[in-house]
Nanobody, 126 residues
Framework: QVQLVESGGGLVQAGDSLRLSCAAS????????VGWFRQAPGKGREFVAVITWSGNNPTYGNSVESRFTISSDNGKNMVYLQMTNLRPEDTAVYYCAAGHNGGVYHWRSELAYNSWGQGTQVTVSS
């Protein structure tokens, strides 16, 4: 099981960009998924994006597609979330999560992941 640490959150204005980073320690496998979820106050955890450690199959949630880009650097055990044109509704705690390929849950489900970071706060002001 890998350990994950997120960084890069902060307070920005609507329309700004921000890049989140997730550093993993422990062994990772190329075809395993690593993703981002977010949780706004009073709401459930929402799928944002997922990719494999090798950089394949990037997939996005409907609310962020075309604005966010997920990428991975397998050699450095790093995953990034580049966020552009941020909106107030993007305000949330963002979590990095890692899972294993071949599980029964779709990668859009938080149940597909067994390792989670502590989260980083992103606040977008209008």
């Amino acid at each position: 099981q890998v350990q994950l640490v997120e960084s890069g959150g902060g307070l920005v204005q609507a329309g700004d960009s921000l890049r989140l980073s997730c550093a993993a320690s422990g062994r990772t496998f190329s075809n395993d998924p690593v993703g981002w979820f977010r949780q706004a106050p009073g709401k459930g955890r929402e799928f944002v994006a997922v990719i494999t450690w090798s950089g394949n199959n990037p997939t996005y949630g409907n609310s962020v597609e075309s604005r966010f880009t997920i990428s991975s650097d397998n050699g450095k055990n790093m995953v990034y979330l580049q966020m552009t044109n941020l909106r107030p509704e993007d305000t949330a705690v963002y979590y990095c999560a890692a899972g294993h390929n071949g599980g029964v849950y779709h990668w859009r489900s938080e149940l597909a992941y067994n390792s989670w970071g502590q989260g980083t706060q992103v606040t977008v002001s209008s």
